[in-house]
C-alpha cells in the first residue's frame, strides 16, 4: 500500500523540475537523513521547491529511497515521532511498515509531513513535504 504510495510520488517528483535548494526541514531529524544518506550508495534523493504535485502547491517535496540502511534511517524517525502533532502507522507483525507523521508547522500555514514506507529489511522510502496542505490533502495524493 505505502510502497505504491512511495512510488508514484517518486515517479512524480522526477517528472518535476527542482528550484533553488533550502533548509526545509528545519528542527526536524529527517534532515540528518536526507544530509547523511542522500549521496549515498544505494540511495536515490530527490529534492523539488515551488512545484506542483498532482494539482497540489508544495513549497519542499524531498524523498531518499533506500537499500541496506534502514536501521540507520529508524533512529531519525522515531526522534521526529517525540514531536509530531499527529502519528498514522501501519503495524504488521509487530513491526511498523509505514506511516506518517504531522509536524509542528514551520511557519502559520505551513504544514510539515513526514511520510515513510518500509517494504524489506533495510529498504524504503523516506518522504518530506511541506506546503499548505491538510491532512486530507496528503491522503488525497497518497490514495488518488
Known sequence: M???LCRILLIAALALTAA????AQEGLNVNKVFQRFGHAKGCKMVEMHNAKLKGYELKV???LTYKNIGASIEP???ADRKN????REVVENGQIVSGY???PPKSKGINRYILFSKVKPNRG??????GELSPDDIMKLCYA
Do not use: C, F, N, R
Not at 509530531?84 to 502519528?87: D, H, L, Q, R, V
Not at 522510502?125 to 511541506?130: A, H
Open 61 to 63: 517535496y524531498k524523498s
Open 2 to 4: 505505502w510502497h505504491g
Open 20 to 23: 533553488t535548494p533550502a533548509m
Open 76 to 78: 531519525y524517525l522515531k
Open 84 to 87: 509530531a502533532k499527529k502519528i
Open 125 to 130: 522510502t523516506v518522504i518530506y513535504i511541506e
Open 101 to 103: 507523521y504531522i509536524m
